[in-house]
């Protein structure tokens, strides 16, 4: 298990950037495949991007390709997300996860998650 801490969330406007970090304690995280969810009121948390334990495979939703940047950083035990040309649908509090069994993180039952961060997009 790794505990998990979210950071670099806030309010932007329509066409801004953010970058979320992802920092982890309590164990390494070189051992995990590591992902962003996002979730908004009255909705299922989503799946926004996932990266491999070693960084060689990522994947996103498809709103949010091109515009979305996964990463990580083993040494430093953290995972990032830069966000680029934000909409107000990309307005949501964003979860960073991690589990050792890629197909279980990406289906959102991962056994490590952070508390969330808002991320907030006016237009």
């Known amino acids: 298990q790794v505990q998990l801490v979210e950071s670099g969330g806030g309010s932007v406007q329509a066409g801004g950037s953010l970058r979320l970090s992802c920092t982890a304690s309590?164990?390494?995280?070189?051992?995990?495949?590591m992902g962003w969810f996002r979730q908004t009121p009255g909705k299922e948390r989503e799946l926004v991007a996932a990266?491999?334990?070693?960084?060689?495979?990522?994947d996103y939703a498809s709103s949010v390709k091109g515009r979305f940047t996964i990463s990580r950083d083993n040494a430093k035990n953290m995972m990032y997300l830069q966000m680029g040309s934000l909409t107000p649908e990309d307005t949501a509090v964003y979860y960073c996860?991690?589990?050792?069994?890629?197909?279980?993180?990406?289906?959102?039952?991962?056994?490590?998650w952070g508390q969330g961060t808002q991320v907030t997009v006016s237009s």
């Open positions: 996860a991690a589990d050792n069994r890629l197909a279980i993180l990406r289906a959102g039952r991962g056994g490590n």
């Open positions: 309590g164990g390494t995280i070189s051992n995990y495949n």
């Open positions: 990266i491999s334990w070693r960084g060689a495979t990522t």
